[in-house]
């Protein structure tokens, strides 16, 4: 496994990263020990950095692989948050600390930025971990983004040290402009000194049908340290860590990984009450006949609207 410096920061991290999204209640709502067992093949592979979000809920399997696990230190972990305020994001730090039992989280984004507008909405949190970092409970602060905007924002702004963008090969879910927008975003905001790590690279499942070009895609792109994956079992860790490190894929571990293309679910008992339709960053729901429905075509499968569901009736199955 290869390890990349972030940016400016002294983080080292593995250039495919785990993914948690996958495993939370989100998505496939494995349990603690379950999800703990994936992450702990990651660790066996070479990979040493985890991403996850206080959203996705995925703080207990991930607490589980770093107890099993001999030296927790030796992993990076990025979590993020919506948080805006001081004191919301004084809770989300906290919440992270406690439950994933470390004494600092090494990368704290602000989850899901557009343009300096929210950016600069959001700083009081931002003044929050900056104070956070000089205590040494967080070592670097960022955002996540699938605006291109908000990675040419954040390239901007002094006190953030790591971007993580959404990026592929098809450019699926780039809000904002095309891909080759936002891998240019990208190389500005590396030239600045960030630390950038993509999301999506598999256009949320979409593309699980050809990931040697999709990550080879992003591989190639020298201004990313590391990739971020979402993976649910043993075998699709071992093809990506394979596939990252140059190594063939045998046909058993290719069938073994085959899996049918995912899809958004929504559950006959949707309210129609419209809140998913809002959360979308993709702009990929809307309300027809009283109840939500999905543009298959542009939905990354993120599970965002899942997550905010008064009535749990959405998922990605
Ligand atoms: S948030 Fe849930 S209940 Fe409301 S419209 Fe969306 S799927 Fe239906
Ligand atoms: S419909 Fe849901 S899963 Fe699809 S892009 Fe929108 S928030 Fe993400």
Redesign the pocket.
Known sequence: MEYRRLGATDIWVSRLCFGALTISPLQRDMTALAGAQVILKAFEQGVNFIDTSQFYRAYPPIRAALNQYGSSDEIVIATKSYAYDEKGMALALNQALDELDREWIDIFLLHEQESMLTIRGHWEAVEYLVKAKHQGLVRAIGISTHHIEGVRAAALVPEMDIISPLLNYRGL?IIGGTKEDMVEAVEFAHGCGKGIYAMKPFG?GHYVQDPAQALQYLLDLDALSSIAVGMKSCEEVEMNTNLVKGLPISTSLQDAVKSQPRR?HIDDWCIGCGI?VE???????CIKNGQAR??AS?????????GHCPEFA?K?I
């Open positions: 879910g949320g958004l998913c959360k979308c960053p993709q702009n990929a729901l999905v543009d542009i939905c990354v499968l993120c599970g965002y609207c899942g959405i990605v």
